[in-house]
């Protein structure tokens, strides 16, 4: 069975920084794309960044240059490194990952970390 748990989710002003963690474990043949999402209250859920296993990036223009997703392939770990946070920021976070156990290959998806930016 496979888990994606996250961290690193709070209460911060804006202008100030926060790093998500995304850690994924149990039977794991290969872990492809991860990324990042976000849902804000009365919003859709949206991409805010994404990595390939071979460490290819893309970003929402909304965060661009402000935030950076990077991986640990050998932890099986995502990181989200938030700089300049603003207000708009504030939402739940979520971990997704496209993982293959065996032979099998779909997307997981983390509990989801609160991240909450004060003007």
């Known amino acids: 069975q496979v888990q994606l748990v996250e961290s690193g989710g709070g209460l911060v002003q804006a202008g100030g920084s926060l790093r998500l963690s995304c850690a994924a474990s149990?039977?794991?043949?290969?872990?492809?794309?991860m990324g990042w999402y976000r849902q804000a209250p009365w919003k859709q859920r949206e991409l805010v960044a994404a990595?390939?296993?071979?460490?290819?990036?893309n970003y929402a223009d909304s965060v661009k240059g402000r935030f950076t997703i990077s991986r640990d392939n050998a932890k099986n770990t995502v990181y989200l490194q938030m700089n300049s946070l603003k207000p708009e920021d504030t939402a739940v976070y979520y971990c997704n990952a496209e993982i293959t156990v065996y032979y099998t290959k779909r997307s997981y998806w983390g509990q989801g970390t609160q991240v909450t930016v004060s003007s």
């Open positions: 149990g039977t794991i043949s290969s872990i492809n794309a």
């Open positions: 990595i390939t296993s071979g460490g290819s990036t």
